[in-house]
């Protein structure tokens, strides 16, 4: 399938051949071209033959000798999302009751993202040519979600009905010299135990092709008719679950673990390269070093807002924010205060800040009237609109409008005004 072509940029090759939006990259050198890493892979040659479908149907091949002089320049549509071919038994996406924001829904397993922006994938959805396109393009590293090394508990926790062995893709891989990272959620009662210490192994003996592996707890939602029973992980198997996990290289356990467990989150040099940050993993540590860096900007930035600052997060980290609050305080007396947001919308078994909805904010959030409402950027998207789809501008608007939005590892800060 050919790739279409969104934009052209100026003085490019694809520009002086008068190569159109909308006509099709069909090949480059003879290999085809299907979405955006192989126009960056195959584009990348010193000499280029394009095959270009036109817009009246007609196949034409531009040859480029010397690359190097300029770029390319063609800029292709956005890349169609793989989606999941799986039926997990634990998929929050089919916890989610309907009309919350339309991104929420897409089950993403796609190979592209993996690599380019760290997406995890399950590789059931990939073909021989799919591999053999990751061998030849060296896809590495990948991000991979393994949850089970024992091939009869992988079938029954993804739900698929195919033929298919996590540990033959993964030695594949290794035996090709692709990387990855890897994510266990654990279920009680499914893979922890023994199963857990199974998989644990396995990886291990993947050597430092896998570079990390990721444990989190399966997240539950009260919107779970007619799917099956399963529990959270609870304190002792918490406990349970560092323990094992110590045993091993490159393994970490989710900051939402250890706060079940009651144990002091790691400091900064226990996570090495902070490899799974988007897991929950060492994120509540790199905020607080973040904090320990910026605050003297930030104080000083907030000194200038009259207001009393109101952190608005979840209760997962609610202990972590009010050691940042309390600090403020002692700079600048009654400057700051943590309110904890119960998630009614999704049950109370859902504590992470990314999670709260506008509604539930409302509800509970009572704001004096000098008093101004901080959120971490993660409570909202990258168009910073809410999980039940009220943009920051209508949130401020309705708490006397102004809002602060921190970026959740205290890296910037704005305020947002209506």
Known sequence: MALRIKE????SWADDFGILPGERIVSINGHPVTDFLDLGFYGGDEKLKVEIERLDGSDKIFVIKESWQKPLGIIAVDHVCRQCVNNCIFCFIDQMPDNLRESLYIKDDDTCFSFYYGNFITLTNLTDW??????????????????????ELHKKMLGYKRDFDIMEKLKFLVKNDIAFHTQIVVVPGYNDGEEL?????????????????????????????????????NA????QLLEISARYKRTWCSDEIYIKAGKEIPEAEFYEDFEQLENGIGMIRMLLMNWQEEKQYFLKDVEKIEQRLVFVTGK????????IADEINTVIPDKARVQAIRNDFFGEDVTVAGLLT??????QLELADNEIAVFASNTLNSERVSIDGYTAELIAARLGGRIMIIDEQFQEWEIVET
């Open 8 to 11: 052209i940029s100026a003085g």
């Open 197 to 233: 210490q199974r998989s644990l192994r396995d990886l291990d003996n993947m050597g430092f092709n896998c570079i990390s592996i990721g444990i989190v707890p399966v997240g539950l939602t009260k919107y779970r008719n007619n799917l099956p029973l399963m529990r959270v992980v």
């Open 316 to 323: 997962l980290a609610a202990e972590y924010i009010q050691k």
């Open 130 to 151: 799919d591999y053999r396109k990751i061998i030849e393009q060296y896809l590495s590293p990948l991000y991979i979600s393994v949850h089970t090394t024992n091939p």
């Open 358 to 363: 506008w509604q539930d904010i409302e509800q």
């Open 236 to 239: 002792q198997e918490a406990e």
